[in-house]
């Protein structure tokens, strides 16, 4: 995200329990995107994206799977659930950060 936007602020978990333990404190502002990988410890991505479709405050904020796969399957769970899109894992590091940079310039217009 560094090399996309470098005032861009990132908050990790690497783990969808400790993810959703960040985003219910209240002591800190809303994000203005999620990024959340299927593949986690504890608590994958899809159980993870349901949970903080249930924090009220998080209803606005727009929300992205990511994984190695984009099985059908996974893709229309996830957007059933409240996602706002989908990103498949790329080999090369430069075809991920475009389509990140394309995500990020779509949120900065709805501002």
């Given at each position: 995200m560094e090399r996309i936007e470098p005032s861009i602020k990132c908050?990790?978990?690497n783990d969808g329990v400790y993810g959703l333990?960040?985003?219910?404190n209240r002591h800190q502002q809303?994000?203005?995107i999620i990024f959340i990988d299927i593949n986690m410890p504890r608590m994958n991505g899809i159980q993870c994206l349901?949970?903080?479709?249930?924090?009220p405050?998080?209803?606005?904020?727009?929300?992205?799977?990511?994984?190695?796969?984009?099985?059908q399957a996974i893709v229309k769970e996830c957007m059933k659930l409240g996602a706002?899109?989908?990103?498949?894992?790329?080999?090369?590091?430069?075809?991920?950060?475009r389509?990140?940079?394309?995500i990020l310039s779509q949120l900065h217009k709805s501002f």
């Open positions: 908050a990790f978990a333990q960040k985003l219910k809303a994000p203005n349901a949970e903080i479709k249930r924090i405050q998080l209803d606005e904020v727009p929300i992205y799977m990511y994984s190695t796969s984009a099985e706002t899109g989908f990103i498949k894992k790329e080999a090369e590091l430069a075809q991920l950060e389509k990140f940079a394309q």
